[in-house]
């Protein structure tokens, strides 16, 4: 450019401004009010993109680009359909280089004012989800997107109604409100359990992000409409009679989910002098016996108490020799029994020690007594039977790993061993199946460990899908440390923040659009919001999670709880009489 005289020099802001019409109107209106709100929920319009990297679109004028925020919902409106898409990044462009090099004056509003929305402008990347038929909305059922809108579509903040036509609006298929869309007040997203339970689901974040409670909220769903029976293995007692909680409004703990179901929820301890503290009113104390271990059962433990390969092989020798007695007779043996088995049954001596020495851990435990006649598996097998829910409380012992590996392993096993059964004699002689189970395990990644999951049975149920109608609810911290055939196999994750970028990446294993998400994921708040996808939902939501311990959040529950009538609630969900026959022997 050149100036009155006809020296050459750069374009300042007014040139740039001038050089558009959008921004000859503004200085013609004297810059406008910047603080004005948008008069409409338009957005912009798309301006580029593609199908596999996602769409860009211009933000209007009229749009506050501190407004817009990473995994909220917007619709963009095609010619033949509308697209259900949604933000997962925003950033700010310009037309002319110039800007950035020779930017306003600070506190120059007038010049900022009048090269917004021309010159300058927001950006925001959008990745479409979903799409639906805009000649027939009412009737259209919401389909994957193979194609994307053309350019210049307009793009248009997400309503109640679109949200609701996408995630359904509290019908009988979609009963669960989880939470709200991120700066959708009011706006309900609602879980479809029924999918949720089909396949295994996963609970992850780092630690202090409210993984325990968002699991507690999902199990009262699971409860409240029936859709399975949970066997909950509470390692830190926060399910069932009540849970600590760090929002000081609800005082120092909140209800568990004994309190929110009564009879529906029966709590098995492990502790009774711990529940005995804690007012827990267990329902059953659990013991069992020694004549009750397996070496598979103490296999799980290799890493945890250091057994080597021998070892493990002289415990099956061992139970071949002694059978069911094998552990309590070998806990006890003497130096001279020792030997005895190193000369006539060629086993190590060296060996055989060092297993004794590491199985004597098994004395800290309360629970494991000998001549115990009755089987805890049978007790549990009976509370299913009858469509109770159970939670497992391990007291004093939930801070030993240890304890909790060996008693979630040596149930688990036995319980899918019937199961098993069950439901093959349920084929082939058309009697009724068992119900279906879903089992809550914490620390997951130590159960599903690359070096073991495919040997556990934790493994095998996350393999199997929903094959014999068991199913597992994993709850974790590190889920890059669970095995990655056992990941790709998690129908529903329900993510909080997480900041490992290995953790994150385990999460999007196998998921379509993965790359953008992680991106959401990564700017969720610490508390309070989490990330759901796969099989429960049509497509990956951001929620503001419900408040478990509010009022509003027990009164939703408050008469299946007084209720206790587990029949009527049957019945009242599925409009038919309970014609169950009798599984479980």
């Known amino acids: 450019m050149v100036d009155s005289i006809g020296r050459s020099r750069e374009p300042d802001w007014w040139d740039l401004a001038m050089s558009s019409e959008p921004g000859r109107e503004a200085i013609r209106r004297g810059g406008g009010d910047a603080n004005a709100p948008a008069a409409y929920d338009k957005l912009g319009m798309v301006v580029g993109g593609s199908l596999s990297e996602g769409l860009e679109v211009k933000l209007d004028s009229n749009a506050m680009i501190e407004g817009v925020a990473v995994g909220r919902y917007v619709v963009i409106d095609g010619l033949q359909y509308r697209f259900f898409s949604m933000i997962t990044d925003v950033a700010l462009a310009n037309t002319n280089p110039m800007i950035a090099r020779m930017p306003p004056e600070t506190g120059d509003d007038f010049t900022r004012q009048v090269l917004a929305g021309a010159t300058t402008y927001g950006s925001l990347h959008l990745t479409p989800m979903l799409a639906l038929n805009k000649h027939d909305l009412e009737r259209s059922e919401p389909r994957p997107v193979k194609s994307i809108p053309g350019h210049f579509s307009q793009v248009y903040n997400a309503s109640e109604k679109d949200v609701s036509q996408i995630f359904g609006a509290g019908d009988e298929a979609h009963f669960f409100h989880i939470g709200e869309p991120l700066d959708m007040d009011g706006i309900r997203i609602h879980l479809n359990l029924e999918r949720f339970v089909q396949r295994s689901s996963g609970v992850f974040g780092k630690s202090g992000t409210g993984k325990t409670f968002l699991t507690r909220m999902l199990l009262a769903g699971v409860i409240d409409s029936d859709v399975a029976v949970n066997l909950i293995f509470d390692m830190h007692n926060e399910y069932g009679w009540s849970g600590t909680t760090e929002n000081k409004q609800h005082g120092s703990s909140v209800k568990g989910l004994k309190q929110l179901f009564g009879a529906r929820v029966a709590i098995f301890s492990l502790d009774e002098e711990s529940s005995r503290r804690r007012q827990s009113r267990p329902d059953e104390l659990i013991r069992m016996s020694y004549d009750h271990i397996e070496p598979a059962d103490l296999e799980m433990l290799t890493g945890l108490i250091n057994l080597t390969e021998p070892q493990v092989g002289a415990m099956y020798a061992l139970n071949k020799l002694w059978g069911k007695q094998w552990l309590t007779k070998f806990r006890k043996a003497s130096a001279e029994e020792i030997e005895e088995l190193v ?42 039977k009858n469509r109770r829910h159970i939670v497992l409380e391990f007291g004093r012992f939930g801070n030993s790993l240890e304890a909790y590996i060996l008693v979630a392993n040596f149930l688990t096993r036995r319980i899918h061993e019937e199961y098993v059964m069950q439901t093959e004699k ?95 994921l990564a700017r969720l708040d610490t508390r309070q919001q989490a990330l759901i996808l796969g099989y429960a939902v049509p497509m990956p939501v951001v929620v503001k999670t419900r408040e478990y311990g509010s009022a509003e959040f027990y009164s939703s529950f408050e008469k299946a709880g007084q209720n206790g009538g587990l029949e009527d609630n049957i019945r009242k969900m599925r409009g038919t009489a309970d014609d169950r026959s009798d599984f479980f022997g």
């Open 343 to 384: 000369d006539q049954h060629n086993q190590n001596s060296n060996t055989l020690a060092a297993l004794q020495r590491r199985l004597s851990f098994l004395d800290r435990f309360t629970f494991l007594q000998e001549g115990v006649n009755e089987n805890p598996v049978d007790r549990i097998l009976e509370y299913i």
């Open 426 to 520: 349920a084929i082939g002689e058309q009697a009724t199946l068992p119900p279906h189970l879903v089992i809550t395990i914490e620390e997951a990644h130590k159960f599903l460990d690359p070096q073991i999951a495919r040997q556990t049975i934790f493994g095998t149920i996350a393999r199997e899908l929903r094959k014999y109608n068991v199913t597992l609810l994993i709850v974790d911290q590190r889920p890059s440390g669970i095995d990655e055939e056992v990941m790709s196999q998690i129908g529903t994750r329900v993510t909080c923040l997480l900041d490992n970028e290995r953790d994150i990446a385990a999460v999007f294993m196998g998921i379509a659009g993965g790359k953008e998400l992680r991106q959401v």
